[in-house]
């Protein structure tokens, strides 16, 4: 059976008295009865909510993303753990293809707002998953006040990221108190998440920047195939994959019992624009010296197919692959960026590239470390960072009455 | 079979040799045999560019858009006319699943620039429809100049659309000398297909502006459902549709025997912005009393299917669907609109909304005409109008030789 979502605003004529009758008795009877690992697909193509971690981490990556960054906008503990807990409400429903609203709108019936906006009516789970961080300015705000009494329970490893030389951070789209990374396999899924979380933080959140990407460029899983990054590039070759459990272990997971980020990650963004008019002017040579792969197969320069081994000797030292290689970092990230086309630049060009994420359990020793490595990429000629972030995705959560943020505010 | 991409930069591991071999051969061979009518979409996914009118108006509309403007920035008419023949081969190769070189690097081997920039090699054609339009601007310039001799060959039709109450029109993102509207399945293929035309048209075009889309908005056939906006009705019921051939011959396409514009249309594009933090915050019955449809099953006010006649005694005089429906606008449009998010607008909301697309035999008649109609509309309070254009398509092509243009320059 296909789930889909339920059609809350009655879909048979009925007015607003079966509305509230379907809100109550149409969702129970169509919830997912056993929990399974978090990222676990369903035949109806829904993702598992529950679990150990969040998914979105280690799940397949699907094909679109809406990521959003929120300023919080009150200062009222109480409100903003209130507004955690309907949002992790209205996340395990439309993970699982139902609308965002428990109830219809039943003290006002229908003269209240609908508590589902209604663009994802009639359409499937696609493999939705909303992961959640929070920003080290949730912690201490940005003109050092305590606003929520957490200062004291953020962790060492979120403190806000380096400069980096070459960067050209927009502090406006850069940061934020908490982010929701919404990926599925149809952006109008995964901006319907997006939106109707906004509309529920109304007047205690308000969305500091967002950014949609498609063609996810790297693969998380052994079975996905290598997508191309708009270079053309096979992107993500050497990804860390979800069958490498104690690769992620070490790398992407935060151990460490008894804190309440133990089985959470770190989440690097970063908005690289590419200069895609001037890479598409240079030779084939060039371009895979520069990656240090070749274009058609995928292949490590020197080598024959995608998947063989790194030959760094092949390759020239300031080629990314060579700098970016585990071997030469000395570490591993997951990464799980899209590709993104935001207009033009007012120049005649296009203003696109790669927004990248990754996730680790050490922002110093994942990314930074990395992007440390990387001071004499080739690469980046090409690129510009436009925007960063850090946040703590806490751990999973363990069933239908956890919330995002019991473990820190709880 | 399954068309797919070849692979232009050999993913057999052969070099330079290797590629200009499959850049002759391997084309010749997979190139669809017999013309069909324009917009047939083939068993391999690919639709076809050739017919009297340009695909991408009645094509059954596809789930992606990347639509781009450019400016011409040279004066040199044999210029222009040199890269709208490479822009039409390029069309004509990437519509069929093909990258868009025609030959590989051949003068320069691997040295030179590749003729794809290969992000969407392996991808299948994804239903890629590419129509071009010829903006007021490029027959006389704003200076007033005849840069390319065409001044007067301007149909009477073509001239800039006038202002509408509320307008908030950005002049960056309004307008442009040639648009070209890029529709697929997969973005990934939308947003390749326009990078290369603008990679070919290196140092004579420049991109004005580019507006990525989403989630269809209208249907154009009757056999697709309808989809949801973002202000979550349904949107499109009653568009005209490709199986309405005499109402189409009548409204969209233009009927003037002997005028190079004979069997093509007019394309009035406009991004709208919806405030949907707004909208989201007004009771069911205010947003259904707006837009005069019941937003369950998209029913018109006071019927019981969404298909049922418009009953305007049941709606209110202001409601958006009084106001545009045909029978009181007085005309009919084709619509193909896509919704957006482009990030947010610094002040806490998404920057999200409908980017508009309609067809129409003649814009006075049309767009103009329903646009005037809707100034009591209810819907008002909850859009902006942000960016328009208008652009002239010429019919489609009569062949292999025949170019985009041809009609216009030839």
Chains 1, 2 share one sequence.
Request: with cysteine.
């Amino acid at each position: 059976m296909k789930l889909s979502r339920r059609d809350f605003f009655g879909a048979a004529g009925v007015g607003a008295a079966g509305v509230v009758a379907l809100g109550a008795g149409g969702i129970a009877s169509s919830r997912a009865a056993a929990p399974a690992d978090q990222g676990t697909t369903t035949a109806s193509g829904a993702v598992e909510f529950h679990g150990a971690h969040q998914a979105g981490i280690t799940t397949p990556a699907q094909d679109r993303l809406h990521f959003v960054a929120f300023d919080v906008i009150t200062d009222d503990r109480a409100a903003l753990v209130r507004m955690l807990q309907q949002w992790t409400q209205a996340a395990r429903r439309m993970t699982r293809g139902q609308d965002a609203g428990p109830v219809g709108a039943v003290a006002g019936g229908d003269y209240a707002p609908p508590d589902d906006t209604g663009e994802a009516m009639g359409l499937p789970p696609a493999g939705l998953t909303l992961t959640i961080g929070f920003g080290p300015t949730l912690f201490t705000a940005a003109d050092g006040t305590d606003r929520f009494g957490i200062a004291d329970r953020r962790p060492d490893a979120l403190v806000p990221l380096p400069a980096f030389p070459g960067d050209e951070l927009v502090p406006a789209i850069s940061d934020g108190d908490l982010c929701i990374q919404a990926c599925a396999d149809d952006p109008q899924v995964a901006v319907h998440a997006v939106r109707n979380l906004a509309r529920i933080g109304q007047g205690l959140v308000g969305v500091r920047w967002s950014q949609l990407g498609f063609g996810r460029t790297s693969s998380t899983t052994s079975d996905q195939a290598t997508p191309r990054n708009l270079f053309g590039f096979k992107d993500g070759t050497d990804n860390l994959k979800a069958e490498q459990t104690a690769t992620l272990d070490r790398f992407v997971w935060v151990d460490d019992p008894g804190s309440w980020m133990h089985g959470g990650s770190y989440l690097v963004s970063r908005r690289i624009r590419m200069l895609v008019e001037v890479w598409d002017r240079q030779g084939l040579r060039d371009q895979e010296q520069t990656i240090g792969r070749t274009k058609g197969t995928g292949a490590p320069l020197g080598q024959q197919a995608e998947f063989d081994p790194v030959d760094l000797s092949a390759l020239p030292a300031t080629s990314h692959v060579s700098l970016a290689h585990p071997t030469n970092a000395g570490t591993a990230i997951l990464r799980r960026g899209y590709s993104f086309v935001d207009g033009s630049d007012g120049l005649g060009r296009l203003d696109a590239g790669l927004f990248f994420l990754c996730y680790q359990a050490d922002p110093a020793t994942g990314f930074v470390q990395v992007q440390r490595n990387l001071r004499t990429d080739k690469l980046n000629e090409y690129v510009q960072h436009t925007s960063s972030a850090l946040f703590a995705c806490p751990p999973g959560l363990a069933g239908e009455d956890d919330w995002w943020g019991s473990g820190l505010f709880g």
